[in-house]
Structures are given as C-alpha cells and as structure tokens.
C-alpha cells in the first residue's frame, strides 16, 4: 500500500510558476512510475506528465509540454511537477499517482494508487 500527499497549490496570477510535491509513504516511489493529473469542475480527469521508474523517462501532455516539468526524488520518495507560464486553463486539482504497470499509462485507469490533490487556481 501506498499514501500519497501532495502539496504545493495555490492561487497564482497568469505567466506564475508553481511547484507540486508529492511524498509517499508506505512503500519506496522507486518501484513505481509517477504520473500527474489534474481535473477542473465538470471536466474528466486528464493526464499531465508521468515518469519512468526505471530510466526516468518523461511523457507530457501537448498542453502543458515546455511549461511543465516533472522530477523525482526516489531519495526522498518524492515527485515533482514544475508548473512555469501558468494560463488559467490550468485552473484544476492536481493529483500524484503511482502505478507499477508495465509501461508507463497516460490513462487514470492504469494507475492504483492516488493522493487526495491540490487545488492550482491561475487567475487573469
């Protein structure tokens, strides 16, 4: 079993930048891939950007790439979503999640296990 906490929201102005953590518990993040997600009011949750247990390999949404980065720290058991040139569009609960699926997914389903999110408000 694996917790997850994320931390790291807030409200922010447009062009802001915001760093998401995520620490784990229970069970060492090195045997998982990571990914990030995020879902605004009336919306279906979408994927954001995961990494790679093994190489570290990263995968991003076409919405978010070159603004976002996502890091791990398996010292720490911790993830990160570095948030730069906010848009109100990013407007969303962020959520971390783990999965120790073969591959890396970008589907919610492929992932077991979730934090309970931090609210990103990007305000024009």
């Known amino acids: 079993q694996v917790q997850l906490v994320e931390s790291g929201g807030g409200l922010v102005q447009v062009g802001d930048s915001l760093r998401l953590s995520c620490v784990a518990s229970?069970?060492?993040?090195?045997?998982?891939?990571m990914g990030w997600f995020r879902q605004a009011p009336g919306k279906e949750r979408e994927f954001v950007a995961a990494?790679?247990?093994?190489?570290?390999?990263?995968y991003y949404a076409g919405s978010v790439k070159g603004r976002f980065t996502i890091s791990r720290d398996n010292a720490k058991n911790a993830v990160y979503l570095q948030m730069n040139s906010l848009m109100p569009e990013d407007t969303a609960v962020h959520y971390c999640?783990?999965?120790?699926?073969?591959?890396?997914?970008?589907?919610?389903?492929?992932?077991?296990?979730w934090g309970q999110g931090t609210q990103v408000t990007v305000s024009s």
């Open positions: 990494i790679s247990r093994s190489d570290g390999t990263t």
């Open positions: 999640a783990a999965t120790d699926y073969y591959s890396v997914p970008r589907a919610p389903s492929g992932y077991k296990y």
């Open positions: 229970g069970r060492t993040l090195s045997r998982y891939h």
